[in-house]
Nanobody
Framework: QAQLVESGGGLVQTGESLRLSCAASGPILSISAMGWGRQAPGKQRELVATITSGNSANYADSVKGRFTISRDNAKNTVYLQMNSLKPEDTAVFYC??????????????WGQGTQVTVSS
């Protein structure tokens, strides 16, 4: 199965920036869509940004214009640049990677989560 390792979370003040990274490893043949979701306390997980293998990106309205998703296919890594952070962005952020393993099975993996806290 594919393993995902996230990094880059932390505590910042309103208006500051953070960059999250998520590297996929394991018996991966190819990766298609990658994305980031988040879950705030007492709320359901929501997908905030996705990027296709052709680098087409989509964003939730709540982060559009502030967050930018990108990927490095050579490193099997997806990034989330978060600017102009707000207290309502406080959540555990999870990366999501979909693709094929070397045995041709499809996989859909979520990372372990990284905490992002934005103070007012």
């Amino acid at each position: 199965q594919a393993q995902l390792v996230e990094s880059g979370g932390g505590l910042v003040q309103t208006g500051e920036s953070l960059r999250l990274s998520c590297a996929a490893s394991g018996p991966i043949l190819s990766i298609s869509a990658m994305g980031w979701g988040r879950q705030a306390p007492g709320k359901q997980r929501e997908l905030v940004a996705t990027i296709t293998s052709g680098n087409s990106a989509n964003y939730a309205d709540s982060v559009k214009g502030r967050f930018t998703i990108s990927r490095d296919n050579a490193k099997n890594t997806v990034y989330l640049q978060m600017n102009s952070l707000k207290p309502e962005d406080t959540a555990v952020f999870y990366c999501n990677v979909n693709g094929l393993l070397t045995d041709r099975r499809e996989f859909r993996s979520w990372g372990q989560g990284t905490q992002v806290t934005v103070s007012s």
